[in-house]
C-alpha cells in the first residue's frame, strides 16, 4: 500500500492499493480514532522528524514578524518614559532627584517582578496566554497612567505597566525560539531583536511628532503616552491568532496537540499538510496540578517557583546561570542607565548653550519653580532630532548580528560588542560639543545591540524546555536590579556627580566582556 498523490481532507489520508490485476483503487482512511488515539499504522514520531516534517517558510517568517512587533512594543513602553521625565517633574513636581530616579526604574522594578512570575507561568501553563494576557495588561495600566494628574498614580500605573513587560519580554523570546530549525534559530532571534530598534524609532518619532503638540487642554506627553500604547494592544490581539508552542505542549505529554500544531506549520509552509502527523512521541506523561483552595493553590505556585529556581543553580547549569545573570546585570545597568536618561543628558548640553559635555552646568534650569512648563522651555527641540538619530544607529548593529551571528559566533561577538560599548562611554567625558556627544551616543546605541542580540540568543539556547521561560525569567530578573540600579544612580547623582554614574556604566561593561569569555559557544546545537 502506497501513499497517493491527491490531497486529503483535514484528519484522514489516501493510500492507493491493488485488489486484483486489473488496476488500482483508493482507500480514504482516518489518522486518528474517535477515542483521540492515532490509527494502527500511523504511530508518534520522534520531535526532531516532526519539525523537519513541518518545514521552514511562509509560517517562521510571519511568527517571526508578529514576536518582533511585540518585542517592539515593549521596547516603546520602557523607552517613552524617558521622554516624560522632565514633563511630570513640571506638572506633578517639583520632584527630587530621588523621585525622578525612581520614576526612572518604576517600570523596571515591574519588569522585575513580572518577568520571574510570568515565567514560571509560561514554563507550566504554554507561552501563548502569558504573552497575550502580559501584554494587555502593559498596555491597560500605561493608558491609564495617561490621565494622571498627581505622582503616586501615575507611578503605581507604571509600576503595574512594568510587570507587564515583564512578562512578553522574555517568553516572546521562547515561544519565538521553539517554532524555529536548529540552522535558522541565532538568525531569527536576530530578526526579532532587531525589532526593539524598531521600537526605538517609534517611540523617538511619536515624541517628535506629539510631545511638542498641544490638544485643547491635553498636554502632548500625555497623547504621546496613549499612543505607545497602540503597538502592545494590536500585538495581544494577534497572538489570539496563533498556536500554543509544540515544544512546551510536547513537555508537557500533549502529544496530539503537537501534532495539530506542526500540520498547521506545514500548512502555512507548504500550502497544504504535505505530510500529515498524528502524534510526535513525547516520552513523558501530562500531569497537570490539581489545586485545593486557592491558598494551597498560591502555595504551590510559590514552592514550584523556588525549586526550578533552585534547579537553575545546580550542575550542569551553574556556570550557566551566573555568567549570563552576570551579562545581564552589567549590560542593562549601562543600556538602560545611559539610554533612559539620554533625552536628559542630550538636553544639559543644549541647556549650556550646545558647548561643553553633558556633564556641563546648564544656563537654564528647565524644571525650577519660575520656569514655564511648555514643550520648549522643558526640553529643547534639537533633543527629539538626537534620539532619533540614535535610535537610528542600531540598524547597523542589527543587521550586522544577523549576518554573522552564525558565523562568528556567538561569544566572540558579545566579548567584543561589550567591551567597545564600555570604551565608547568614556568618550562621552571628553566630548566638549553638542555633536561630539551625539556620535559617541550614536557609536554606543550601534554596538550595544549587537550585545543584546547575541544575549537573547544565548538564552534561548542554554536552557532545557522545562526551564527556559523561567530561567530567562530569572536572569532578566537580574538584569532589572542592574536598570534600577542605574536609573537611582542617575537620577540621584546627574545633578551633582554627573562623571560617576558615566564612569560605573563604562566599568561595569568591560568587566562584563571578561565574564563574557566564560561562556559555552552554541552554534548549531539542539535545543535541550
Known amino acids: 500500500m502506497a501513499a497517493s498523490t491527491r490531497a486529503a481532507p483535514p484528519g484522514y489520508t489516501i493510500e492507493t ?20 488515539q492515532p490509527c494502527k499504522g500511523f504511530d508518534a514520531i520522534e520531535y526532531d522528524r516532526a519539525q523537519q516534517l513541518a518545514g521552514f517558510g511562509r509560517f517562521q517568517y510571519i511568527l517571526t514578524g508578529i514576536c518582533g512587533w511585540a ?45 520571574y512570575f510570568w515565567g514560571f507561568l509560561a514554563d507550566r501553563h504554554g507561552r501563548r496566554q502569558v504573552l497575550i494576557v502580559s501584554l494587555m495588561v ?5 493608558l491609564g497612567s495617561a490621565v494622571c494628574q498627581t505622582f503616586i498614580p501615575f507611578l503605581l500605573l507604571r509600576l503595574v505597566s512594568g510587570i507587564g513587560v515583564g512578562g512578553s519580554i522574555p517568553v516572546v523570546f ?5 517554532f524555529q530549525p536548529n540552522q535558522h534559530r541565532g538568525k531569527m532571534i536576530g530578526i526579532v531583536a532587531m525589532f526593539w530598534m524598531c521600537g526605538n524609532i517609534i517611540a523617538a518619532s511619536l515624541a517628535w511628532a506629539l510631545i511638542p503638540l498641544t490638544l485643547g487642554r491635553v498636554a502632548g506627553w500625555r497623547v504621546f503616552i496613549a499612543a505607545c500604547t497602540l503597538p502592545s494592544i494590536s500585538s495581544s490581539l494577534v497572538f489570539l491568532l496563533l498556536p500554543e508552542s509544540p515544544k512546551f505542549l510536547n513537555s508537557v505529554g500533549r502529544e ?31 500531569a497537570r496540578p490539581v489545586y485545593g483552595s486557592f491558598l494551597k493553590k ?30 545581564m546585570f552589567t549590560l542593562s545597568f549601562g543600556y538602560y542607565g545611559l539610554w533612559m536618561w539620554l533625552p536628559t543628558l542630550l538636553n544639559q548640553t543644549y541647556l549650556a548653550g550646545g558647548h561643553g559635555s553633558p556633564c556641563s552646568p546648564p544656563l537654564v534650569n528647565a524644571t525650577s519653580p519660575d520656569a514655564a512648563c511648555t514643550p520648549e522651555t522643558v526640553l529643547a527641540p534639537n533633543v527629539y532630532r538626537d534620539t532619533f538619530i540614535t535610535s537610528l544607529s542600531n540598524l547597523p548593529g542589527n543587521i550586522f548580528t544577523i549576518i554573522f551571528v552564525d558565523w562568528i559566533g556567538r561569544r566572540l561577538l558579545i566579548v567584543g560588542s561589550l567591551l567597545v560599548s564600555g570604551l565608547s562611554v568614556l568618550l562621552v567625558l571628553v566630548a566638549d560639543e553638542a555633536w561630539q556627544t551625539l556620535l559617541t551616543m550614536t557609536i554606543f546605541g550601534g554596538v550595544s545591540v549587537i550585545c543584546w542580540n547575541v544575549l537573547d540568543v544565548l538564552l534561548t539556547e542554554l536552557f532545557p524546555t522545562d526551564k527556559r521561560s523561567l530561567a530567562i525569567g530569572f536572569i532578566t530578573l537580574v538584569g532589572r536590579i542592574g536598570s534600577i540600579l542605574a536609573n537611582l544612580a542617575f ?12 564612569l560605573l556604566v563604562s566599568s561595569l561593561m568591560i568587566l562584563g566582556s571578561l565574564f563574557s569569555l566564560c561562556i559555552p559557544e552554541t552554534r548549531n546545537a539542539n535545543l535541550q
Open 174 to 178: 521562547s515561544y519565538m525560539a521553539e
Open 491 to 502: 537620577g540621584m547623582l546627574l545633578d551633582t556627580y554627573c562623571v560617576l554614574p558615566l
Open 71 to 115: 518585542n517592539a512594543s515593549d521596547a516603546v513602553e520602557i523607552l517613552c518614559i524617558s521622554f516624560v521625565i522632565p514633563f511630570v517633574e513640571c506638572d506633578m513636581g517639583p520632584l527630587t532627584g530621588g523621585q525622578a530616579g525612581i520614576l526612572g526604574s518604576i517600570t523596571f522594578i515591574g519588569m522585575m517582578v513580572g518577568g
Open 138 to 142: 502593559n498596555a491597560l495600566s500605561a
Open 256 to 286: 496530539l496537540e503537537t501534532a495539530r500544531v506542526f500540520n498547521i506549520v506545514q500548512r502555512l509552509n507548504f500550502g497544504y499538510v504535505r505530510s500529515p502527523i498524528v502524534s510526535v512521541r513525547s516520552g513523558v506523561r501530562e
Open 298 to 327: 498560591l502555595t504551590a505556585q510559590a514552592i514550584g517557583i523556588t525549586q526550578q529556581t533552585l534547579a537553575l543553580f545546580k550542575p550542569p547549569l551553574t556556570r550557566t546561570t551566573v555568567v549570563l545573570s552576570v551579562q
Open 17 to 36: 492499493y491493488s485488489p486484483d490485476e486489473d488496476g488500482m483503487e483508493e482507500e480514504v482512511r482516518p489518522l486518528i480514532e474517535e477515542d483521540g
